[in-house]
């Protein structure tokens, strides 16, 4: 895989002491504009691109706090963990990793601390968010002059629903980065207002299988609610990555791209995959692996430059952002560089 050439994406200083340029977890492009998020926040960004078609820089960085369009799980000032974005009409949808977190290690701390981190496990409720938020203006705004309605998974939540699923019940208290429950993407289809969405699953990963949840989420007021799916509230897909977890979904035509890479804290590898037609997929699937097509291979570093995102661009490219991304990627204060590359025809 070539890449074809680098985009600037420009962050004004709150974004940057927040580390957000440097945590960046999910993308969508909608026209001039790129929509962001990081891991660390309870934010959405906006970028704006210096030309249409063939951006070289988004900049023009907004920040919309999401507490200000819906309701959140936690309190307003947590961490969100967005991970994924995408959109559909007058909509945008959003959604928490869902996952629980273990402590990190640090450098300075001793033998004894260091196993005592390790066994503290929190169950971060604040990540379990499935949200629609209504843009107007090209802001999210609680509602809009034609009535649509920033919107949130209400209770009982996904994560409630789960806790009786025969495979993933036994992964919903272990930490993302251990091969527990962890969605790290989202795409959506179908009119607005009858969409159906999908959650790709970073983890688990069961004996190498993926595993994408589809949802029929429908507003009432201000709360989502779950339409049944062939009686069931979700339907589970399983997708044959090579062993690998998904790590963002993206609808192209009528088919989803799949952004695969290791379910645990492992740089890689990190693929593409095309499925194709399964953004019309109204019932569950089991996906072989000879059902996919292995489009793209992205490079990834030791220990940096961890894919994170894929949005479309016209002309058959995509872009691709990182997470911990290397140096080379941080050129100037507040700059982070994102990668662009073809599409195989």
């Known amino acids: 895989m070539t890449v074809n050439r680098q985009v600037r994406l420009r962050f004004e200083t709150g974004a940057v002491e927040a580390q957000t ?12 504009y790129l929509w962001i998020a990081g891991d660390e926040t ?9 030309e249409i078609g063939r951006p070289t820089e988004y900049a023009e960085h907004v920040t919309f706090p999401l507490p200000d369009v819906i309701k959140l ?17 007058p909509y945008l949808w959003a959604v928490g990793s869902h996952s629980a ?9 001793s033998d004894a ?17 499935l949200a629609r938020l ?65 959650l790709g699953l970073r983890g688990p990963v069961l004996r190498g299988w993926a595993v994408i949840l589809q949802l029929a989420p429908r507003a009432h007021g201000t709360e989502l609610e779950l339409e049944k799916i062939d009686g069931e ?31 645990m804290d492992l740089d890689g590898p990190v693929r593409i ?41 016209p002309d058959n490219e995509l872009l691709v952002v990182y997470d911990s991304p290397a140096k080379a990627r941080l050129t100037e204060p507040g700059v982070v560089l994102a990668d662009v590359v073809s599409l195989p025809s």
């Open 21 to 32: 340029h440097v945590n960046l977890s999910a993308v969508r492009s909608d026209g001039r």
């Open 42 to 50: 309870a934010t959405i960004e906006r970028l704006t691109a210096d």
């Open 73 to 89: 799980p936690g309190q307003a000032d947590e961490e969100v963990d967005v991970e994924g974005l995408t959109r559909v009409g």
């Open 101 to 109: 977190k273990r402590k990190k290690l640090k450098r300075e701390h």
């Open 113 to 129: 601390k260091s196993a005592k981190r390790l066994a503290s496990v929190s169950s971060e409720p604040s990540r379990r968010v």
């Open 134 to 198: 209504a843009i107007e203006d090209d802001e999210p705004v609680a509602e809009t002059s034609e009535g649509h309605t920033s919107a949130a998974l209400g209770r009982p939540g996904l994560f409630d629903l789960l806790d009786d699923d025969d495979h993933l019940a036994p992964f919903l208290a272990i930490p993302g980065k251990d091969n527990g429950l962890d969605i790290e993407g989202i795409a959506a289809a179908g009119e607005p207002g009858h969409e159906r969405v999908f």
């Open 233 to 263: 509230r979700y339907v589970k897909h399983f997708i044959d990555l090579d062993g690998l977890g998904v790590r963002d979904l993206c609808v192209h035509g009528d088919d989803l791209l799949i952004l695969a890479g290791p379910s």
């Open 273 to 313: 995959y095309r499925w194709r037609d399964a953004a019309d997929l109204k019932t569950a699937d089991v996906v072989h692996r000879d059902e996919l097509e292995r489009v793209l291979d992205l490079p990834y570093g030791e220990g940096d430059d961890h894919a994170e995102g894929i949005a479309l661009l």
